[in-house]
């Protein structure tokens, strides 16, 4: 693997210090800057990685999804970033929407199937998680579970279920309702969510909460639990889970993108970058690797532990159609934000 170096550039508004990938070949001017919200170890895999192989050096620098999206709004065309990489897609909406964003290459698209990227071709998929219901195993059988995440609205569930609203991760899940229910019913889930469920900060937590029994069951991407599970298991060893499937908006599979800005003065290495990412050794290291996230590009298959995508019987969504800024909305409106 390339050396990592860390050293100081000019600020950007929170985040890490920005680290760079270091190649035996390429100059400064060939080196490309990255606003990465994807998980820090799997882009810096990726961008030692594609060092290695072009010499391109890469430089992250790193936030949360909405941090980095609204930074690169507020930037518009003298942002420094030449790729945005993200965990859900719809801060890749709002970046799209703002017209900053270049169309992604033919070979990206070529790469990746049409359901793994949205229909304007402005950004590409580059990784997928699967929305869970995370059980207490040792209180609940399958027999009890919500058929769908829209029961977990039933007074029945008060007290008894977890989620982490202030997230990306739970945001991006709420947009998925948004667009297969319409507004009206997801604002009475919010509203019915407000009174029946615990808040906690971050999935990881949410699911100690149902590990450790102060509630029965969160809403989380499924990757906390296999990552936890590689480990000790300690915060999910009486945790099970639970795939809504049947097109619901529980079985939502939330699309990691990646996209190059229309202002990068690098735009040839950027979209190399991106081509490496969805090529078959970028998405082997989804495979082979800790994240535990979905590849979605050049026919490589998940981790052996995963179920695969084609059976989670997820719903049909274009990711060009979530709404990051109707949900912030709702989720206000019912008082979870």
Request: proline residues 4%; negative net charge; charged residues 20%.
């Amino acid at each position: 693997m390339a050396s990592i170096s860390i050293f100081t550039l000019a600020a950007c508004s929170g985040g890490t210090a920005p680290t760079a990938s270091d190649g035996a070949a390429g100059s400064a001017t060939d080196a490309i800057t990255v606003y990465n919200a994807q998980h820090d170890t799997l882009t810096q895999a990726w961008a030692d990685a594609f060092t290695k192989e072009t010499g391109i050096k890469v430089t992250l620098r790193q936030g949360d999804d909405s941090e980095l999206s609204n930074q690169i709004v507020q930037e518009g065309a003298k942002s420094p970033a030449d790729v945005f990489l993200t965990e859900n897609s719809p801060a890749m909406t709002q970046v799209e929407n703002a017209g900053l964003f270049a169309d992604t290459s033919a070979k990206i698209q070529e790469q990746v199937p049409a359901e793994y990227r949205p229909s304007t071709n402005k950004w590409t998929g580059i990784a997928a998680r699967s929305t869970v219901f995370a059980y207490d195993k040792t209180k609940l059988t399958e027999a009890q579970l919500p058929k769908s995440i829209m029961d977990l609205a039933d007074p029945a569930w008060k007290g008894r279920w977890a989620a982490s609203p202030s997230g990306a991760d739970f945001q991006a899940i709420v947009s998925a309702m948004l667009e297969l229910k319409g507004e009206a019913a997801t604002l009475s889930w919010l509203e019915s969510m407000k009174e029946n469920s615990k808040a906690y900060k971050g999935n990881s937590t949410a699911m100690k909460a149902v590990n450790a029994g102060e509630v029965e069951g969160a809403v989380i991407y499924h990757y906390y639990w296999f990552g936890d599970q590689a480990k000790t298991g300690e915060n999910s060893k009486n945790v099970a889970l639970e795939y809504f499937k049947n097109q619901d908006p529980g079985a939502f599979v939330s699309i990691s993108g990646g996209g190059v800005l229309a202002s990068s003065k690098h735009q040839d290495n950027a979209q190399k970058f991106l081509e490496f990412i969805t090529g078959k050794a970028g998405q082997t290291v989804l495979q082979t690797g800790t994240s535990f996230e979905y590849p979605v590009a050049s026919d490589v298959a998940p981790n052996a532990k995963l179920t695969p995508l084609s059976e989670l019987q997820a719903p049909k969504i274009d990711p060009a159609k979530l709404n990051s800024a109707k949900v912030t909305e709702l989720m206000t409106q019912a008082g979870l934000l």
